[in-house]
């Protein structure tokens, strides 16, 4: 695995809500330093380089595998015009359920790269990539339909914040592993696609709040992958 880097949450977020900053755990044994610009770098192999001291040692850990509720459909929609298309949307839920914007266009990046057709093998459907039983949840009646499901998506993002006490990358880990997993680990859980998701997921929230172009933010591939 590459030295990944990241920013410390209290300077991408200032003084929203989304504050705390939770270890991150990893399939081995994860080293970090700050240098001097304030931006965080990750590694599982330091090298012999002092900068960098244990951030977390977690044993590996396996994702119980679920049957796929409808036909596995990658991303393909490739327009340009797809990142811009759900804006309205998009605007609507960060203001319902007081999550940012950037947040939710995150999630939606890395879950479906904006495309509304996509179901992944575990049959997660939509923007949102949500799952039968969390659209039910969330009163999403139709998990295809754009505006349903990036307001169910949101509303799930809200009740994550909630849960973990506004915890930025708890409330993305457990909307990739759910909730109970994050809170039976303690923090975010020991599984590769999580750590991998929620590093993508604040990849692309930085991105956003920062690049005023939202194709160019989107546009913008994930250090490392």
């Known amino acids: 695995m590459r030295a990944r880097r990241l920013r410390p949450l209290f300077v991408v977020l200032g003084a929203s809500s989304l504050l705390a900053l939770a270890p991150l755990a990893a399939r ?38 679920t049957r796929p509720a409808a036909e596995p459909s990658a991303p393909s929609d490739r327009t340009v015009e797809r990142f811009t298309r759900f804006d309205a949307t998009i605007r609507q839920a ?20 904006y495309d509304a057709r996509a179901v992944s ?7 949102m990539q949500l799952m039968p039983q969390t659209a039910g949840r969330m009163q999403v009646r139709d998990i ?19 849960t973990f006490n506004g ?6 880990a457990g909307y990739n592993a759910g909730e109970g997993a994050v809170t039976r680990y303690g923090g975010i859980p020991p599984y590769e696609e999580t750590q991998d998701y929620v590093l993508r997921v604040l990849h692309y929230y930085h991105r956003y709040r920062t690049v ?3 194709m160019a933010a989107s546009s913008s591939p994930v250090p490392g992958y």
């Open 28 to 65: 081995a044994d994860i080293y970090s330093y700050t240098d001097a610009e304030g931006v965080v770098h990750f590694t599982n192999r330091p090298g012999g380089d002092t900068r960098y001291k244990l951030y977390a040692r977690t044993a590996p850990a396996k994702r119980k595998k």
């Open 121 to 127: 093998h575990a049959g997660a459907c939509g923007l």
């Open 167 to 172: 915890d930025l990358e708890l409330t993305i």
């Open 144 to 162: 295809f339909d754009p505006q349903q499901n990036i307001l169910g998506g949101t509303r799930y993002l809200r009740i994550l914040a909630n």
């Open 212 to 214: 005023p172009d939202v």
């Open 94 to 113: 960060a203001t319902l359920y007081q999550i940012p914007e950037a947040l939710i266009r995150a999630v939606m990046k890395v879950e479906s790269d």
